[in-house]
Structures are given as structure tokens and as C-alpha cells.
């Protein structure tokens, strides 16, 4: 599915609240003065809400699916509808706000 494609300013949470961050960006490729991010880079979390014992707050997040066509240093780039899973929760990402100039497959 085409989708905007995210940066590194991109507003990413995990879905209990907490703030993800890109570990690794592509420098080369910059989407609205901001370097992007491919699939091969893992998101860190912070602030995470979900602190029971059954249950501990998510830590990172790795993404399962990037853009099928567009590649930055031969990696796929990620997309706004790209599907990550949070580490150990199991529980997904939301991408509360990207660019919404460049789109990709």
C-alpha cells in the first residue's frame, strides 16, 4: 500500500503512550530537511505506560514491513502504514505524524 514515507522527526509511539525514536537513519536521502528511516533500523521507547508485573513497558520496536519499490541505501524505507511489533510486549506502533510530501510503494 503507498504511503508517505517517515523520517527521523516523525511523531511514533507505541501504543501505550510512549515515545519511539529511530536508532539508525539513512543520511543521504532527507525528506523535509530530515534524514529517513529504513526498515533496518530498530526504534527505542520511552515513557511507556504499561509498567505492571504481569507486563513490562515496551523497550524497542522493529518494523515487519517497509515499502515493496523504494529503496535508500539498499534497504526498504518505511511508510506511514508500515507494521512494527514492540519489544516484549508484542503490541504494534502508531505514527501519529509524518511528511506528507513524498509517497512511497
Known amino acids: 500500500m503507498p504511503g508517505y514515507l517517515l523520517h527521523q522527526g516523525a511523531t511514533v509511539m507505541c ?3 510512549g515515545q519511539a525514536e529511530p536508532i539508525l537513519v539513512e ?7 530530515q534524514p ?6 530498530t ?3 520511552a515513557g511507556c505506560t504499561l509498567a505492571s508485573i504481569p507486563s513490562p ?6 518494523f515487519a514491513s517497509a515499502s515493496s ?3 535508500a541505501g539498499g534497504l526498504p524505507v518505511l511508510l506511514q502504514d508500515s507494521i512494527a511489533v514492540c519489544v516484549p510486549t ?11 510530501r513524498v509517497k512511497g510503494i
Open 15 to 17: 501504543m501505550h503512550a
Open 27 to 33: 543520511p543521504r536521502v532527507r525528506v523535509m530537511g
Open 90 to 100: 508484542g503490541t504494534g506502533l502508531n505514527i501519529v505524524l509524518a511528511q506528507m
Open 43 to 45: 526504534y527505542l521507547i
Open 36 to 41: 529517513i528511516v529504513t526498515q533496518a533500523s
Open 69 to 71: 519499490r523504494v529503496r
Open 57 to 62: 513497558a515496551c523497550v524497542s520496536a522493529q
